[in-house]
């Protein structure tokens, strides 16, 4: 799982947007802007998973989880993805793998991540950005 923390000091008004209950519609403007940025990255790492069932990359699934001083969106995989560390990481003979040979690594979470970072981030930003210019 990839996790990202986006700390801002030094603007009194950033600190206040996210110290205080915020108005529902403030909170879901940046909880979409979250969510968006997840899909994002997820378009861009199924655009990346080489495979002859499709599984895997049907299965990824941005989820979000709203708390009080944060939003967070998780993306992983469901149903026909559990060999999805497999893939990423590679693995070696034994268990799925039945051959004799180590299957290399084809990693598409953290390139997929590493491309749309900054696409991402400026989503989020901006919704936070509007969000605080309207308290």
Do not use: C
């Not at 940046?30 to 990359?57: F, P, T, W, Y």
């Not at 469901?78 to 290399?104: F, I, R």
């Not at 919704?127 to 210019?133: D, F, G």
Request: hydrophobic fraction near 40%; avoid cysteine; aromatic fraction near 6%.
């Amino acid at each position: 799982m990839l996790s990202v923390d986006l700390d801002v000091t030094g603007m009194d008004e950033m600190q206040k947007f996210f110290d205080e209950p915020r108005p529902l519609a403030a909170r879901q403007q940046v909880r979409n802007a979250v969510i968006a940025a997840g899909e994002l990255i997820k378009e861009d790492a199924k655009s990346r998973i080489h495979s002859i069932s499709g599984d895997l990359a049907d299965s990824l699934q941005v989820e979000s989880t709203v708390g009080q001083q944060k939003i967070v969106a998780t993306i992983h995989h469901g149903q026909g993805g559990a060999h999805d560390h497999l893939v990423e990481y590679g693995h070696m003979t034994g268990g799925w793998n039945k051959s004799n040979e180590p299957v290399l690594p084809h990693p598409y979470m953290w390139p997929a991540y590493e491309a749309k970072k900054e696409e991402a981030f400026g989503l989020i930003k901006g919704a936070v950005a509007e969000a605080v210019r309207n308290l």
